[in-house]
């Protein structure tokens, strides 16, 4: 009896998540962890300090073979394909065994999201999935994150919501044309903030992780840790709906972008978190390493409570 494709995808994602961790058993996702691969994002400086400042990480941390997050440029279609054409065979000279999470933007200033949807940047986004696919066919691919806010260009708020699940599904079949081993990543940011995340779901088909990001942000992390984590968690669209939202639909939770925000050493969220990830089905987090738009510098003294714990835990 054949699988219908959604069944067939389902599987063969499933099996690949649980692969891409090193050393974990397919069966360990049964227990509800699919194994949780640690990574980071760190400040790059010129190209080819990408490799060398998550090798610096590694060694500061006491863990090896770290996931590294990096983008390619939204500004313009042109800067976007330009930077696609190098950026990767850096990383590949630094170390063609390192695994990159690459955030694609959806879209650009003055190319709507219907106009993605009907094909305008198609010739874009080909070149940028082949050049990805070749570098890597089998890399997560984070198209248009945290569109629930207001601040990118693919924003779904403003009744933009079919419009952003049209585009998205659209990019998504060109990157898996490129390569069927792409694992995409829905990721949001945690809240409501512009408009409700389940509103502008893709669907189970275009979808293979359901990410979130989340920084301690929250004022009452000064007065009251426990307190502002609770509101975290239960706080509309925030930690127990990401967890409850992607048992839902069957795919595995990341966290790639997480860290300290603008809240001071809070060696609590830290703790919290890594209990958290290390308790439900956490396939991948990215720890934000560096204090551009958020102070998440953990390893260089600036948070000293928070990197001791962050150390010893080794989320």
């Not at 996931?67 to 500004?75: I, Q």
């Not at 991948?284 to 510098?297: D, E, K, R, V």
Request: charged content about 15%; proline content about 5%.
């Amino acid at each position: 009896m054949r699988l219908s494709h959604h069944l067939t995808r389902a599987l063969f994602c499933a099996s690949l998540v649980a692969s891409m961790v090193v050393g974990l058993p397919a069966s360990s996702r049964a227990a509800g962890n699919s194994g949780n691969q640690a990574g980071v994002y760190v400040d790059w400086g010129n190209p080819m300090g990408r490799e060398s400042n998550v090798q610096a990480f590694e060694a500061w941390l006491g863990r090896k073979n770290l996931l590294a997050l990096d983008y390619l440029p939204g500004d313009t279609w042109a800067n976007m394909v330009a930077t696609a054409k190098w950026l990767p065979g850096y990383w590949w000279q630094g170390n063609p065994n390192r695994k990159v999470v690459w955030s694609i933007a959806l879209t650009v200033s003055g190319t709507s999201l219907t106009q993605v949807a009907s094909g305008a940047a198609d010739e874009s986004f080909k070149t940028i999935a082949d050049i990805l696919a070749h570098a890597n066919p089998n890399a997560i691919i984070r198209i248009g994150w945290e569109a629930n806010g207001d601040w990118f260009a693919w924003s779904a708020g403003s009744g933009q919501q079919a419009n952003y699940i049209a585009a998205y599904r659209h990019v998504v079949d060109i990157f898996r044309k490129a390569s069927p081993s792409f694992l995409m990543d829905w990721c949001v940011n945690i809240g409501t903030l512009k408009v409700p995340p389940d509103q502008f779901y893709p669907g189970d088909q275009y979808v293979d992780i359901i990410g979130m990001d989340i920084y301690d942000k929250d004022p009452l992390s000064k007065i009251d840790p426990k307190a502002a984590w609770q509101s975290y968690l239960t706080s509309a669209y925030g930690l127990n709906w990401h967890r409850d939202f992607a048992a839902k639909h069957g795919k595995p939770m990341a966290y790639s972008e997480w860290g300290m925000g603008d809240e001071g050493d809070n060696p609590y969220f830290i703790t919290a978190m890594a209990n958290w990830m290390a308790t439900n089905n956490v396939v991948y987090n990215i720890y934000w390493n560096t204090n551009a738009s958020y102070p998440g510098m953990i390893s260089t003294g600036q948070y000293p409570k928070a990197a001791k714990q962050f150390q010893a835990l080794k989320p």
